[in-house]
Nanobody
């Protein structure tokens, strides 16, 4: 059974930090790319970052570059999203997803991703 489970969301003040986790199981982690997406109320889902597990190649959406960092722990089949210098406009439901394409498209397209988590709320207060 495939599982993709996000955790680590919450309420934080502007300028603060959060670390999201994406724990996975049920598929060959090393053969996949893992993307983080977010969706704010009334807005379309957008790709935030992507990491290709096999070679560690990462990509970031322009508005988060330099503030967010994605990493992976293959021993735990888990991907992290470290979010620093958070802004109110970062408020959204953050979801992670797994793609068996084996690479990250730029920007990551939701239709490329096969397995999705349920999402975790991130709220940044001003």
């Amino acid at each position: 059974e495939v599982q993709v489970v996000e955790s680590g969301g919450g309420l934080v003040q502007a300028g603060g930090s959060l670390r999201l986790s994406c724990a996975t199981s049920g598929f060959p982690f090393g053969d996949y790319a893992i993307g983080w997406f977010r969706q704010a109320p009334g807005k379309e889902r957008e790709g935030v970052s992507c990491i290709n597990i096999s070679d560690g190649d990462t990509h970031y959406e322009a508005s988060v570059k330099g503030r967010f960092t994605t990493s992976s722990d293959s021993a735990k089949n888990t991907v992290y999203l470290q979010m620093n210098s958070l802004k109110p406009e970062d408020t959204a439901v953050y979801s992670c997803a797994a793609s068996d394409f084996g690479f990250c498209a730029i920007p990551p397209a939701p239709t490329d991703f096969k397995y999705w988590g349920q999402g975790t709320q991130v709220t940044v207060s001003s």
